[in-house]
């Protein structure tokens, strides 16, 4: 999320993939008034790899649930490849989710009665494309090497091996962006050096990568790292 300066990977409006202005969050509890986030603005841009950090409570789960389509803005603009995420009916908001953003979760969500190449799958169940489907998500596993794995349940894999299939899953639709939460906190030192050296490819081939996370060694391996405290956004 660029407040600033240009990214190294990538620069100019034209490589935004998502762009937010004065970006406002609200939610009421009883009669009060929470206001989550306060007026951010940022853009995120192709082949870039950015960390969110900050303290419990910040926002960091508001704004990655608004980068993903999940939730919209109370106020303010945020535009995802182009398209204000305001104006978008929930279906056509759920087609841009499918489109352009890809999502890696801290507990891997795997679904435990299929195999690793049939988890990578689920996003394209619908599109009745089996064949192309199954070669897809057999190459994805090759790429990030599982390709000895593609039969193996989730109960059979290491927790490295399940978050290599879980970036494998993200990436089935061809997103311009994956959004990653806490993506290295259930995994030790080496494992998550594998995980961010995989992320790390993604963005050499033009995906971007947002991370929301606690852990500081994450941005060390990030083009560009940000703090979100009290619901405000600063670069770090």
Known sequence: MKTASASSKAAGADARVIDGTNVVKEYQ???????????????????EFVSIVGP?????????????LLDIPTSGTVLVDGNDVSALSETAATRLRKRVIGFVFQSFYL?????????????????????ETTARATD?????????????YPNELSGGQ???VAIARSLINDPQIVLADEPTG????????QIL????????EGVAVVTVTHD???????DRTVELVDGRLSDV
């Open 29 to 47: 509890t009883g009669a009060e008034t929470v206001r989550a986030l306060k007026g951010l603005d940022f853009h995120i841009d192709r082949g």
């Open 56 to 68: 419990s409570g910040s926002g960091k789960s508001t704004l990655l649930n608004i980068l993903g």
């Open 111 to 131: 679904i435990p009665t299929l195999t690793a190449r049939e988890n990578v799958e689920v996003p394209r169940l619908l599109d009745r494309k089996p064949k």
């Open 140 to 152: 994805l596993l090759e790429r990030v090497g599982l390709g000895d794995r593609l039969d193996h």
């Open 162 to 164: 399940k978050q290599r």
């Open 186 to 193: 259930n995994l030790d030192r080496e494992t998550g050096d």
């Open 197 to 204: 050296d995989e992320f790390d490819r993604i963005t050499d």
């Open 216 to 222: 500081d060694y994450v941005s060390e391996f990030a």
